[in-house]
């Protein structure tokens, strides 16, 4: 009995560690199929070092725009040797009174270090509290899996930050954008966010939706 007992431990205990990765990496083919999991691999006589290294965080993107803001990602495929890996990187540069504003990220967490400025960031919790904090260079904030947060340039000059991601493609859904820059029926919007149809057809102008 006490031998059978060991083999259900030995066994129970493999059994919850993850195998996820049974293979050294799935570097990312843009070509084939994608799923849920992430993209096809691309055939391992292909891959070079060059799919493990990614240039684009070195430029400022451009902050010219409605939130003066941009965002340099480098997820799957574009960082194809990310693809399986579970994680990603990206740059945020925020001009003077820029915002990225409230959003998910649905496949993963999100962690962020401030490299120049000041930049308040925070997030919501399901139970709709609000965790908010001033960070200066240096500092740095997590963001849990799925939760609306956002960061704004609250200091008097440019704001740059990196961010990390659990996940080589982690998804991206704003708040405001979604709420109006498509074609969901004016009179829906109103109903389901008590805004009026002068509000809300004034943000749908701005952001670009219709109907």
């Known amino acids: 009995m006490k031998m059978i007992f060991h083999i259900f431990f030995i066994i129970s205990l493999v059994s919850s560690i993850s195998f996820a990765s049974v293979q050294d990496f799935c570097v990312a083919?843009?070509?084939?199929?994608q799923s849920p999991s992430g993209y096809s691999?691309?055939?391992?006589?292909?891959?070079?070092?060059?799919d493990f290294a990614f240039s684009g965080l070195g430029k400022a993107g451009n902050t010219s725009n409605l939130i003066k803001a941009a965002v340099t990602p480098a997820f799957a495929p574009a960082f194809a040797g990310t693809n399986g890996l579970g994680v990603s990187l990206a740059r945020l540069d925020l001009a003077g009174g820029g915002v990225i504003p409230l959003?998910?990220?649905?496949?993963?967490?999100?962690?962020?270090?401030?490299?120049?400025?000041?930049?308040?960031?925070?997030?919501?919790?399901?139970a709709n509290k609000v965790y908010l904090k001033t960070l200066n260079r240096g500092d740095s904030m997590v963001f849990p899996q799925g939760l609306l947060h956002f960061q704004l340039n609250s200091g008097k000059g440019p704001a740059l930050?990196?961010?990390?991601?659990?996940?080589?493609?982690?998804?991206?859904?704003?708040?405001?954008?979604?709420?109006?820059a498509n074609d969901l029926p004016s009179e829906l919007v109103e109903a389901t966010t008590f805004l009026s149809d002068a509000e809300v057809k004034k943000l749908k102008g701005v952001l670009g939706g219709t109907n």
């Open 29 to 33: 083919d843009p070509k084939g199929p």
């Open 41 to 50: 691999c691309k055939n391992p006589d292909q891959v070079t070092e060059n």
């Open 103 to 126: 959003h998910t990220h649905p496949g993963a967490s999100e962690a962020l270090v401030v490299i120049q400025g000041t930049i308040c960031a925070g997030f919501i919790s399901s």
């Open 161 to 180: 930050a990196f961010v990390a991601f659990g996940s080589s493609s982690p998804g991206l859904q704003i708040l405001p954008f979604a709420l109006f």
